[in-house]
Nanobody
Framework: QAQLVESGGGSVQAGDSLRLSCAASGLTGSRYAMGWFRQAPGKEREFVAAITWNGGSTHYADSVKGRFTISRDNAKNTVYLQMISLKPEDTAVYYC???????????????WGQGTQVTVSS
């Protein structure tokens, strides 16, 4: 059974950095792209970043370009989201997801983690 477990969230000050991790298990039969999404209170889930199965291509939301970096270590079945220069508007629950395509469309991802909270105070 596929399982994604996020970690690394927390409460930080504006301008600080965090690195989120997503450990995947049970993903068999296909090479999965991975994505990060976030959802703030009262808002819809939004795309943050995605990476192809081999790490050869990455995509970012405009709001995080230049500040966030997605990467993966397939030997460890783990995907990362390095976040720098955090802003209060980055506050949200961050979810990782696995799917066949590195797309911005959350409906295209088949597997989801439970999320990790990131809170950025000014």
């Amino acid at each position: 059974q596929a399982q994604l477990v996020e970690s690394g969230g927390g409460s930080v000050q504006a301008g600080d950095s965090l690195r989120l991790s997503c450990a995947a298990s049970g993903l068999t039969g296909s090479r999965y792209a991975m994505g990060w999404f976030r959802q703030a209170p009262g808002k819809e889930r939004e795309f943050v970043a995605a990476i192809t199965w081999n790490g050869g291509s990455t995509h970012y939301a405009d709001s995080v370009k230049g500040r966030f970096t997605i990467s993966r270590d397939n030997a460890k079945n783990t995907v990362y989201l390095q976040m720098i220069s955090l802003k209060p508007e980055d506050t949200a629950v961050y979810y990782c997801a696995a799917g066949l395509w590195a797309t911005t469309d959350y409906a295209r991802y088949a597997y989801w983690g439970q999320g990790t909270q990131v809170t950025v105070s000014s």
